[in-house]
């Protein structure tokens, strides 16, 4: 199936043999330091930068149907966040996996994340848009 939404990628987990539990990992764009005057510029246009993560959480999909669900319940951290990273992780014999599983999945993807190394995660924005990060 091919993912278009956040809708698709709730349904998609919906169809799968086993049960999923996503995971996400909330970043915020920031200018590294010693960014030059170019790469200053290409920031205040909402250009370039380092996505550095600020939050990570795991959900079953019906505990987050709609992305909406997922801001508001960012919104009460206090932790403000440009991009989502998602990823999925399979149960076993019918049973989701809980959360003390994702704990190394979910250290494994803000490092990646970090490193630059996204290609293999989705990416929403705020509103929710899939975007496609270079």
């Not at 005057?37 to 930068?49: I, K, L, P, S, V």
């Not at 149907?65 to 076993?92: I, K, Y």
């Amino acid at each position: 199936m091919q993912i278009d939404s956040y809708s698709d990628l709730v349904r998609a987990a919906a169809e799968q043999s086993e049960p999923q539990r996503l995971l996400f990992v909330f970043a915020r764009a920031e200018l590294p330091e010693g960014a030059t005057e170019e790469q200053q510029a290409q920031f205040e246009r909402g250009e370039g930068g380092a996505l550095a993560p600020v939050l990570c959480v795991d959900k079953l999909p019906e505990e987050v149907p709609h992305f909406g669900v997922l801001v508001e319940e960012s919104a009460r951290t206090g932790m403000e966040w440009d991009v989502a990273f998602v990823s999925a992780m399979s149960g076993r014999g019918g049973i989701a996996p809980n959360s003390d599983e994702t704990e190394q999945p979910l250290r494994m993807m803000t490092e990646q994340i970090q490193a630059g190394i996204v290609s293999q995660f989705l990416a929403f924005n705020r509103a929710g848009d899939l975007i496609q990060l270079y």
